[in-house]
DNA sequence: CTGTTAGCGCCTTCAA
DNA sequence: TTGAAGGCGCTAACAG
């Protein structure tokens, strides 16, 4: 069933028929009907990869997580899908799992015309090989990304987040304050770790640790925490840079027979819902998760519509949810 | 940057470069290297649109779920987008939250030809309206369905497994067990339903109640549990239709004094891993998630290599994972 | 082994 | 207000 077929049973062109199927004016009213009746008639459907190659543009977007396990990247995500729907554009979710050549491989859909334009919530500003991919083509890089630096960005005030957070904890009276922090190729995790050397900095204080958690599921959390007690001298607080991550600390810490908060405050990171479920509840630092995908979207089809725009980097507040746990 | 570039830049005939990217035999090597030195050196890269209209198939499959927050959704598109990966297909992402309207508009893609086939979550199967939608084209649906209707289905032991578990339950000397349920459109809740019931049943125990929670969040969880410990004689065990609920219900317990396992057994769904983090360590029922999700795509794939084979409907294992909470 | 040719289904100028 | 015709970029017979 083609434009062709309903053209002839209708009795007009396929200039017609497709003038009809895209709401052309120009088209008198009773021609209309008569179309109108022969698609209902026959349940024609547009091709729309016809479509798509006839007009070089698919109206899909492309979204490249590394893992959509990740409350936080699936909340982002949820965003948007959601701006996306609203402008009548699809998602085309692609999860690396951090492996280049897949994140390569999907990316050759930009230039395969298959997607419009790319949301990157993965490090890779700094893979020179997947930026050449990307090319010229729209691109907007989600929760990660420096504003000085070139591709369009939406990200939150990493540093000066944690780096206010650190001080909260240190006017607390927490002393020992250590970083549970992620995969160190990402611009946030650096962001995030230079805000917190910072505010020790700033406070004149000496004692600093840093874990690195090689996963974001809670047992990495568990694991960070193993480690950082068996220091010389363990921690009074903790900052980790997800609630997933937070979620094992708490389980640890309860386990090790640690109490939270009086011997350890723990600080989580995202401000997922089941933080203020826990026990004790999780505080956190709070991302606007749902907003960083809408305006993704937002500046992502403000560059596919004007291409030479200049390049726009937009910067979210993070926000210190306090509970009990610190 | 075209096939026909190409083919002038390197002085041979479209046909000819065609074979090259396909890895078509029968090209003599020399010519093959000439071809691909130009590809190389001009970066061409083939549109894909084009290639997929001309041989009708886009190598994409849609997943169509009702929120990709949930994180038992999220790990079974992980499964999907894995094993899709895996065969050369994309996955364009659908979060339908629910609206009909929403899933209309994505299953549209399917006539469009911009997907080959469609992996339901989503509690479709009684909406005649989008069944029409479907209508012959490869379709499976995953963790829903009914091994008996018509359409393929990876689903997982519902009835069994709940009716197993409140057995168990009874064992353990519970009396009074309720189910916290969720929408009782999707299948697989009239199914945990039914297994509840007869498992009662079958005990001769009289006193049972079923809530249902509004939402896939704690909170509803927690409201759940207020409106069941408001009962004349409230529970002494729980199965909660999700780990997410389970939470909720957690941590209401431990707010409202009640003594988790003492007095409240709390059995959850899913299997997800920050269970085991929970306080108590949450007891589950576990579904092989992953597993779900790279068997719908198997299934999928064979449907569209071979779309009259017969119907293959495939049911998965769950399992009690008994921890502290009950 | 390679080239010519005919579409896939649609949109869109240009004429009528 | 409508139709005819060309072409988006590619693949797949069919010839040679």
Redesign the interface.
Known sequence: MSIEKVARLAGVSTATVSRVLNNHPGVRATTREKVLAVIAECHY??????R??RT?Q?R?LM?LVS???N?FC??V??GI??EA?ANGY??????S?SQTE?EA??L??L????VDGVITMDAISNLPSLRQLIGDYPWVQCAEGDPNDQGASVTVNNYEAVMATVATLIERGRQRIALINGDPRYLFSQQREAGYRKALDDANLAWSHIEYAHDV???AG?EALERLLALPTPPDAIITVSD?LA??V??TA?ERGVAVPESLAVIGFDGL??G????PPLSTIEQPMHQLGVRSVQLLLARIRQPHAPLQHEQLRCRLVTRASG
């Open positions: 459907q547009p091709n729309l990869l016809a798509q190659l070089s698919s899909m979204v893992n959509i396990t409350p699936s909340r995500v949820r899908e959601a729907e699809h998602i085309l979710l692609c999860n799992e897949r491989a999907y050759s859909l230039s395969g015309k298959v599921e809670c047992q568990s997933v979620v094992g708490l389980h309860r819902p089941w203020a479920m826990m026990s």
